[in-house]
């Protein structure tokens, strides 16, 4: 399974961005599948997560309210839809997949990963 993560870029404080992560592989639909983000200095931590069916979510206390997360297994496609961002948002974006875990937010659990996709919120 490879997963691809594109979306990202530069925008205001206040402003909105959409993240999509796109998978290869007919299992998709059968696994979790999460968004974690990096900023610099700083370890990687949990954003938001999905069940396999898109069921149910769940979301770090930073982002709730503000980002969601769904996904379009027909598509292959999990989004990240995240509005009212602040500067400390800003970090690289990586969707993650193949857990078996419900709404796991530990990276560890996770079995593919993506490269992903620089988020810049100015002020």
């Known amino acids: 399974v490879q997963l691809q993560a594109f979306g990202g870029g530069l925008v205001q404080a206040g402003g909105y961005l959409r993240l999509s992560c796109a998978a290869s592989?007919?299992?998709?639909?059968?696994?979790?599948m999460g968004w974690f983000r990096q900023a610099p200095g700083k370890e990687r931590e949990f954003v938001a997560a999905?069940?396999?069916?898109?069921?149910?979510?769940y979301y770090a206390d930073s982002v709730k309210g503000r980002f969601t997360i769904s996904r379009d297994n027909a598509k292959n496609t999990v989004y990240l839809q995240m509005n009212s961002l602040k500067p400390e948002d800003t970090a690289v974006y990586y969707c993650?997949?193949?857990?078996?875990?419900?709404?796991?937010?530990?990276?560890?659990?996770?079995?593919?990963w993506g490269h992903g996709t620089l988020v810049t919120v100015s002020s």
């Open positions: 993650a997949g193949g857990t078996a875990q419900a709404l796991s937010v530990m990276p560890y659990t996770y079995n593919y």
């Open positions: 999905i069940s396999w069916s898109g069921g149910s979510t």
């Open positions: 592989g007919r299992t998709f639909g059968s696994y979790g």
